[in-house]
């Protein structure tokens, strides 16, 4: 499931997802303090536990991407597409 992370310290937030997806294909950075990740997981505290697991809690917030709309670059079009057909075998 692709997962939205915003968090308030980009420099802190980046380095947790980098080190928590060692996959760089598994997350998608699309703005300041905002990224997409694919996790394999069935809740956002999931993720959130991934990422930040048992140390310091930086502020932020993760949610699932059920649905989406909206005017982006095609890459974040074509990521989010990869990772949905990864998702629902389509």
């Known amino acids: 499931m692709i997962y939205c992370v915003i968090g308030d310290d ?3 937030w ?3 997802i980098q ?8 997350y998608l950075k699309v703005g300041p303090c905002h990224w997409l990740v694919r996790a394999d997981a ?7 536990q991934r990422i930040v697991g048992e ?4 502020t932020g ?6 649905g989406y709309y ?9 990521w989010m597409a990869a990772k949905r057909t990864l998702d629902n075998g389509d």
């Open 42 to 48: 069935s809740t956002s505290k999931a993720v959130w």
């Open 10 to 12: 980009e420099t802190a």
């Open 61 to 66: 917030m993760v949610f699932p991407v059920r």
């Open 19 to 26: 080190r928590r997806f060692p996959d760089d294909d598994d």
């Open 70 to 78: 909206g005017f982006r670059d095609a890459t974040v079009w074509e």
């Open 55 to 58: 140390g310091d809690q930086p």
């Open 14 to 16: 980046e380095a947790l």
